[in-house]
């Protein structure tokens, strides 16, 4: 019994395995692609294209450093916390997330 459970895990682990095969050979997209411009002449295109505004100059990361603005004062927020904290005191349990 144990030896054909051992070839029926070797016979789908054989099956899973090549599965995942992959080609082995790699070959480039723009692999027969020939010029016609020269290096020289496409920077030229580039920085006439990036001096009329026709090409973006930086992508979109997500990063903006653009914060919201706060109508209230560090203190008045600091007071709000405590109340918060004073209206929420529970003993071992938090009532804030379990409940009174």
């Known amino acids: 019994m144990n ?3 051992l070839i029926a895990a070797v016979a789908v682990f054989a099956a899973a395995g090549s ?7 790699f070959v480039a997209p723009d692999a027969g692609f020939q010029s016609s411009l020269t290096r020289a002449e496409v920077r030229q295109d ?10 973006v100059q930086r992508q979109h990361d997500g990063q903006d450093t653009v ?3 706060g109508g209230r ?6 007071a709000e916390a405590i109340r918060s904290a004073r209206l929420h005191r ?4 938090n009532d804030l997330y379990f409940g009174a």
């Not at 580039?46 to 090409?55: F, H, M, R, T, V």
């Not at 004062?73 to 600091?78: A, E, I, L, P, S």
């Open 67 to 69: 914060y919201a603005a």
């Open 90 to 93: 529970a003993g071992d349990v």
């Open 19 to 25: 599965a995942f095969a992959q080609q082995t050979e």
């Open 46 to 55: 580039l920085a006439q294209a990036a001096g009329q505004g026709a090409i």
């Open 73 to 78: 004062n560090r203190q008045d927020v600091r």
């Open 3 to 5: 030896a054909k459970n």
